[in-house]
C-alpha cells in the first residue's frame, strides 16, 4: 500500500510542477506572488479531483493560505519558490493522502475478507447457495471487491 501512497505523491508532485509552471509562464515571474500562490492552490486541488478517488476535496481558504505562507516563505521575500511551493502543497494535501489511504484499506483488504466470509454464510441459502460455491473464490471477492468500489464511489459523488 505504500507504493500505491508513493504514487499518489508522484501524481501530487507532477500536478504541482505543472501548475507552477503555468502560473509561472502566464505571469513570466519566477516565483509565485500570494495571488498567484492561492489561483495555483486552485489548480492544484482541481486536478487532484480529477484524479484521485474517493471524495472531492475542498480547497484550503485565503486566511489559511496567508497564513501559511508565511510559514513556507523561507526566504522571506513574500514569494513563494518552485521548492518552497511542493512543501506548501503536501503539507495541505496530508489529509489527503489519509482519507485515500483508508479508501485504499477497505478497497484491498477488507472487502476481500468481507467477501470470502458472506461467500460462507450464503453457501447453504436455498437458490442462491449453488450459484455461489460454484464461483471461485477469486471470482466472487473481485465481485464483491468491485461492488464496494462502486458503493464508495456512489457515497463520494463521483
Do not use: C, W
Not at 16 to 22: A, L
Not at 54 to 59: L, Q, S
Not at 131 to 158: E, K
Request: net charge neutral; no cysteine.
Amino acid at each position: 500500500m505504500g507504493q500505491i501512497l508513493d504514487k499518489f505523491q508522484g501524481q501530487i508532485r507532477k500536478i504541482t510542477d505543472k501548475v507552477f509552471d503555468h502560473i509561472k509562464n502566464f505571469d513570466g515571474r519566477a516565483n509565485l506572488t500570494f495571488e498567484d500562490l492561492y489561483i495555483a492552490i486552485l489548480l492544484v486541488y482541481n486536478e487532484m479531483n480529477k484524479k484521485l478517488p474517493g471524495p472531492h476535496f475542498d480547497p484550503p481558504s485565503k486566511e489559511l493560505v496567508r497564513e501559511k505562507m508565511k510559514e513556507f516563505d523561507l526566504n522571506l521575500d513574500g514569494e513563494i519558490d518552485r521548492e518552497e511551493f511542493g512543501a506548501f502543497i503536501q503539507r495541505l494535501t496530508v489529509d489527503t493522502f489519509i482519507v485515500v489511504g483508508q479508501g485504499l484499506i477497505v478497497t484491498l483488504v477488507v472487502a476481500p475478507t468481507v467477501a470470502v466470509a458472506t461467500k460462507k454464510a450464503t453457501e447453504g441459502v436455498p437458490g442462491v447457495g449453488k450459484v455461489v460455491q460454484r464461483l471461485p473464490n477469486s471470482v466472487y471477492a473481485s465481485l464483491i471487491t468491485l461492488a464496494i468500489v462502486l458503493f464508495q464511489r456512489s457515497t463520494y459523488g463521483a
